[in-house]
């Protein structure tokens, strides 16, 4: 690959985060600063193909910011998202063996009762005009708030809860006996002494 692509890659932005994911928001915001902080920690680059690995404890917003600047996707398998509602985040670096968790910190999200009011009447389709701009008036202000935070001022620096994930497999397919379809075989159950795939192991009558 081209030296002047591989600059630009490494060199992902807040604003590319906010084109992939859709909005700048709060999580958006929180996800980006722990990307910054785990690369600086673990001295990580761009992933073009495994070299960094990333476990999430939430399906929130964040994540996409962390698939956004550290190239840790859901299709290269190495993006794995556990939804425990926890913001947490473990990084890995395959090349040095490094790894960190981090953990927000309990005492940095401040609820503000008058955003998420708004929030509600926004999302219910209700606000007014008024409404609505006072909402992403306070949105662009939480967002600059943690964005001009420093990492270690949000996260806590933890040891990972599990070794780095194996790499991703390629499999071989198989025909599942029952549908017809062609399936990864390492996806597929055993039912009754031959492998099938998960849905029609769901769907058995
Ligand atoms: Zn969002
Ligand atoms: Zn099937």
């Not at 009447?121 to 008024?130: D, F, L, P, Q, R």
Request: hydrophobic content about 35%; overall charge negative; aromatic content about 8%.
């Amino acid at each position: 690959m081209p030296d002047v692509i591989l600059k630009e890659i490494s060199e992902r932005t807040y604003d590319d985060a906010i084109a992939f994911h859709g909005h700048s928001c709060g999580g958006l915001a929180l996800g980006y600063v722990a990307a910054l902080y785990a690369r600086e920690l673990l001295d990580l680059n761009y992933s073009e193909d495994e070299e960094v690995v990333v476990i999430t404890e939430t399906d929130s917003c964040t994540v996409d910011a962390i698939q956004t600047i550290l190239g840790t996707t859901a299709g290269k398998g190495n993006l794995i998202v556990n939804n425990w509602g926890k913001t947490a985040f473990t990084f890995y670096n395959r090349n040095s063996g490094k790894a960190v968790r981090l953990m927000m910190r309990p005492d940095f999200f401040k609820s503000n009762p008058e955003m998420d009011d708004l929030r509600k009447k926004v999302m219910s389709g209700t606000a007014t005009t008024e409404e609505s701009a006072r909402y992403h008036e306070l949105s662009d202000q939480r967002v600059n708030d943690i964005l001009s935070t420093l990492g270690n001022q949000v996260y806590d620096v933890k040891e990972p809860q599990q070794p780095v994930p194996e790499k991703a497999k390629i499999f071989d397919n198989i025909i599942c006996p029952i549908c017809g379809e062609s399936v990864g075989v390492a996806r597929c159950v055993e039912a009754g002494g031959q492998k099938i795939c998960q849905f029609c192991a769901q769907n058995k009558k």
